[in-house]
């Protein structure tokens, strides 16, 4: 009996490794849009909802070995999500900037031979300024950064066409800042 007992307080006592490895292994087993979903707290702002979607999106482009198909729809689903957030006017879109950015930073330094986050978030940043060019004006310099890295990269037929889609879509944002 008191073996009994004393396995019931270790199994229910605050433990907070425990409650840690339980919430990780229910993440590797449960797809990650699933649990930002199911924890969504319904007082929660329709604003934070979607920033995490975004954030969420983001997140599902860091594994390797990932499809272009998945890439295309995480791509889609991302600039559905930023528009929401643009068009808002919140500073929700800040954070989600920065977490692109910090991923293709990720991408082409641990990554170099791989280039399908940088692509996505390139195509990303391509479809928002050709839609919203006046409401980015203020994150022209973190997206001209990643532009830039990519365009002075060493060519290497790997790079090739990641270069070639950042210079296309540093033509047109040079387009659309002239108009604005």
């Known amino acids: ?13 605050p433990s907070r490794k425990r409650l840690k490895k339980s919430t990780q292994s229910n993440l590797d087993h449960e797809p990650l849009l699933i649990h930002y979903v199911t924890t969504f707290d319904s007082s929660m702002s329709p604003l934070i909802k979607i ?3 975004c ?16 890439c295309l729809q995480i791509t889609k ?15 929700h879109f800040d954070l989600v ?7 293709t930073t990720f991408e082409s330094t641990k990554y170099p031979n791989e ?3 940088r692509s996505s978030v390139l195509k990303w940043m391509a479809a928002l300024v050709l839609d919203l060019s006046s409401s980015l004006t203020s994150y022209l310099k973190s997206f001209l950064t990643v532009i830039e890295r990519e365009i002075e990269r060493d060519d290497t037929t790997i790079n090739l066409p990641l270069k070639t889609l950042a210079q296309d879509v540093f033509d047109v944002l040079n387009v659309i800042v002239i108009y604005i």
């Open 1 to 13: 009996m008191f073996s009994e007992n004393s396995a019931a307080i270790t199994e229910n006592g």
């Open 51 to 53: 920033r995490r979607l």
């Open 55 to 70: 954030l969420c999106s983001c997140s599902q482009l860091k594994p390797s070995n990932l499809t272009e198909e998945f």
């Open 77 to 91: 689903n991302l600039i559905y999500l930023s528009k929401l957030l643009i068009l808002s006017n919140s500073n």
């Open 97 to 103: 900037v920065r977490r692109c950015c910090r991923l």
């Open 115 to 117: 280039i399908t986050r």
